[in-house]
């Protein structure tokens, strides 16, 4: 089956949903994010700040090639992991890529007053709205389905195993 790769902006749920989908399926759960925080020690605000952004994405496609060779899961990746080619070439060639797509506003309200995001902390909105007009292509490229992600976490998890038939 391979791994089924969350993709989509920040605030899309791939976190929540991942979670989700695990324990229902019963499958490891990875997340790039966290595998960047414990392989650095330190959070992603805090390697933004301290090391840059150009130094988190490389140990963001390290977790990207530490997880693929893992055994089949689901994965909640950091929403820019698109931003690498050579990151989507290891997704897709270890399972399925799939992108969970809303709206800015429903991107907005989910993420709050985003502090732990340094991308858009300043102002969510329009920091959002920016990036999902900069990155909408290079998602749509790179997923094998694109799944609707409004509404709760539950029907999202439910239309992703419906797409990916992983149940
Ligand atoms: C980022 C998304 C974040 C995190 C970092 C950069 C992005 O992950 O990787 O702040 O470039 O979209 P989430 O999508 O889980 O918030």
Not at 12 to 17: C, L, N, R
Not at 24 to 34: F, G, K, Q, V
Not at 39 to 65: D, K, W, Y
Not at 135 to 157: F, L, N, P
């Amino acid at each position: 089956m391979g791994h089924v790769w969350l993709i989509g902006m920040m605030g899309s749920g791939k976190t929540s949903v991942g979670r989700l989908l695990s324990e229902r399926l019963e499958l490891p759960l990875y997340d790039t994010d966290a595998t960047v925080e414990a392989n650095a020690g330190q959070t992603v605000g805090e390697i933004f700040s301290h090391l840059g952004e150009p130094r988190f994405r490389e140990l963001e496609s390290l977790a990207v090639r530490v997880i693929a060779s893992q055994d089949d899961g689901i994965v909640s990746t950091g929403g820019g992991v698109v931003l690498d080619s050579s990151n989507v070439e290891a997704m897709r060639e270890s399972g399925t890529i799939v992108l969970l797509d809303a709206d800015v506003g429903t991107l907005t309200a989910r993420v709050g007053t985003a502090a732990e995001r340094p991308l858009i902390a300043k102002d969510p909105e329009r920091y959002l709205r920016e990036l999902a007009s900069a990155r909408g292509a290079v998602y749509e490229d790179a997923a094998h389905v694109v799944v609707d992600a409004t509404g709760s976490i539950e029907d999202v998890a439910h239309r992703v195993e419906a797409a990916c038939s992983v149940s």
